[in-house]
């Protein structure tokens, strides 16, 4: 069982079970959304327990997914493609110890020019 929570704790949230390797998205919507890029780990919705999700509010980022954020502090917690049965939570939000670890880079293309990405991992264009 993992815990995590919002930068202020009125969002916490449990995954049951092991969490699978996160992406590291370097997207430009995920770069603007996270202020730097975005890791999360995809997990099934019936692994995901979230307590105060009144307190979630979620941005239509395009037409089929969306990202939910706390609507206290803003911190950026979920990125849900609509109608799937998974959705991707921020490896940030997570509290130690996560068990896992970065798996891959995806969309490097759009990446910032302010970094570099040299950890040997696979990355990914798109
Ligand atoms: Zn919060
Ligand atoms: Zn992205």
Known sequence: ???GSCLCGAVRFTVEGELPGPD????TQCRKTSGHYWASTDVKRS????EGEFNVAWFRSSEKVQRGFCSTCGASL???PIGRDWLGVAMGAFDAPT????????????????YDIADGLPQNAE
């Open 24 to 27: 590291a998205c370097h997207c």
């Open 1 to 3: 069982m993992h815990t």
């Open 99 to 114: 068990g896992t670890r970065l798996a891959k880079h995806i969309f490097v293309a759009d990446k910032g020019d302010y």
């Open 78 to 80: 979920f990125w849900d």
């Open 47 to 50: 692994a995901l327990k979230v």
